[in-house]
Nanobody, 123 residues
Framework: QVQLVESGGGLAQAGGSLRVSCAASDRTFSSLTMGWFRQAPGKEREFVATISWSGEYTYYADSVKGRFTISRDNAKNTVYLQMNSLEPEDTAVYYC????????????????WGQGTQVTVSS
């Protein structure tokens, strides 16, 4: 069982930056594809970004491409999401997730989920 714990959320102004982190409890982290998803109030959970186990491959939702960067440090069992040029529309609870499949945007393919961290962007 892989436990994921997000941190680093908070409040930012539009145009600002935040970095959220997700620490995994298990050494198998280095073999897992990791993803970030988000859910805004009254909306469905949506895909944000994903990264392969090696970090070689990444994929982003169009809404965040060029503004957000996903990365990982397998030595620290941690995945990051650097968020720049934040917009009020980025306000949501951000979840990290893990899967043994190749990179995927489908939430149903992710087996392990964190509890989420709130990101709020003010205009």
């Amino acid at each position: 069982q892989v436990q994921l714990v997000e941190s680093g959320g908070g409040l930012a102004q539009a145009g600002g930056s935040l970095r959220v982190s997700c620490a995994a409890s298990d050494r198998t982290f280095s073999s897992l594809t990791m993803g970030w998803f988000r859910q805004a109030p009254g909306k469905e959970r949506e895909f944000v970004a994903t990264i392969s186990w090696s970090g070689e491959y990444t994929y982003y939702a169009d809404s965040v491409k060029g503004r957000f960067t996903i990365s990982r440090d397998n030595a620290k069992n941690t995945v990051y999401l650097q968020m720049n040029s934040l917009e009020p529309e980025d306000t949501a609870v951000y979840y990290c997730a893990a899967t043994g499949t190749p990179i995927t945007t489908h939430s149903w393919q992710y087996r392990y989920w964190g509890q989420g961290t709130q990101v709020t962007v003010s205009s």
